[in-house]
């Protein structure tokens, strides 16, 4: 049996994504993300830190991106 990581770590995120214009996909990728071990790992905020981060990328607004998985490293 193992034993659960220590919640000191910082957790670590990875997102497969597209990115979207006038509804067809233009691009996609994948990034990764580190969160701070602050205990602040709520769903929604972490989305939308994936969203902006991929969008950033791509110099697009968060909205065009599509997330089609996200993986706790």
Not at 2 to 13: E, I, L, R, W
Not at 42 to 47: G, K
Request: proline share 4%; aromatic share 6%.
């Amino acid at each position: 049996m193992s034993v659960p990581d220590s919640t000191s770590a910082p957790a670590g995120y990875f997102a497969d994504y597209e990115v979207y214009a006038m509804g067809e996909a233009i691009a996609w990728g994948q990034i990764t993300l580190a969160c701070a071990s602050d205990g602040d790992h709520e769903p929604a905020a972490l989305i939308r830190r994936l969203r902006q981060a991929a969008a950033d990328q791509h110099g697009t607004q968060a909205g065009a991106i599509r997330l089609r998985q996200v993986c706790r490293l």
